[in-house]
């Protein structure tokens, strides 16, 4: 099968620090190839995935996210050579609409955001052409009216995540967000008397008024915060935590910390919002807190858990066996209904 995958323009794929959705697209071409299948990634130019990458900007750097001529541009870029390929996977919001008004590809897309009005708005005008994949149970049930192809949960090389020793300390790592609830994190340490360290995104404005704001104030006495952090870091600050210490506070839509955390064997702490309880299983590979003071208690009760049984349940459900299994079910599955409405695909 020949594949075109289209990333958004946003950010090199894989991502050299933070980027959970360019990480699932880096693993889903690695795994498409793994498979036996031909795949072109149609991305940034300081793309490192190792397929074929095609891009109209030469790198990320620079670039003005969110502005619409420049997915725009990207995009249609993309769209002109399609005829090649015997599916498009695109995870942009402008190639699906394209597709839908022309209606000769073979294309499916991915939300990788919540079903909020405005994705809803482009969502529901593109589904009856277009399959749309949700990337959880939980963000599948806010689609309301919208049809939803499939529910695919992301996945990791697991083999690329060794196994962790463990330690004392917590860790958080994500982005420097009040929904990602860095400062509730902080508390709760401190409260435990836990040492934390936090590995975080800050680059935007609003991230920058956060961390003034309701971070900082909160450093010290064990709580450390280290900056934005890559790969390699990343594998040692998750593996030699007691655990991911990851209080959400929004309907996150998956959450690719968690089964990374997962992966290395260490346990994730957290709020039963979004994904969540998709992904872990209270008392087994993390706890799912209803309150503050569970939150704190799971603290302590962290250190008992199996990190044998973490990693068997990434190996088990979240691998990138198993999701690129599910995505090459829904693209034979759209390449037979493009065939039945006459769309001619590549041969």
Known sequence: MRIAMIAPPWVAVPPPAYGGTEAVIDQLCQGLVAAGHEVTLFATGDSTCPVPVRSVYRDANGIDMGNAAIELRHVLFAHGQLGEFDVV???????????????????VTTNHGTFNDELAAIYRQVANRVPVIAISARQAAGAG????????HHGVDVDAFPVGPGGDGLVFLGRMAESKGVHLAARAAREAG????????????????????????????GVEYLGEVGFDEKLELLG???????????????GMVMIESLAVGTPVLTFPLGAAP?????????YLSDTWDELVTSI???????????????EARFSTARMVSDHLALYQQTIAAAAIRGVVTAA
């Open 89 to 107: 996977h695109d995870h942009t919001l402008a190639g699906p609409v394209l597709a839908a008004a022309s209606g000769d590809l073979a294309l």
């Open 278 to 286: 998709e992904i872990v299983d209270h008392g087994v590979t993390g």
């Open 300 to 314: 302590d009760g962290a250190s008992a858990l199996d990190r044998a049984a973490c990693r068997a349940a990434v």
């Open 194 to 221: 836990v040492p934390l360290r936090i590995a975080a995104k800050m680059r935007e404005a609003p991230e920058y008024e956060y961390f003034e704001r309701k971070v900082r104030p909160l450093l010290g006495d």
């Open 240 to 254: 030699g935590a007691r655990a991911l210490l990851n209080p959400i506070q929004w309907e996150e839509p998956f």
């Open 145 to 152: 009216d919208i049809p939803i192809a499939a529910v695919i």
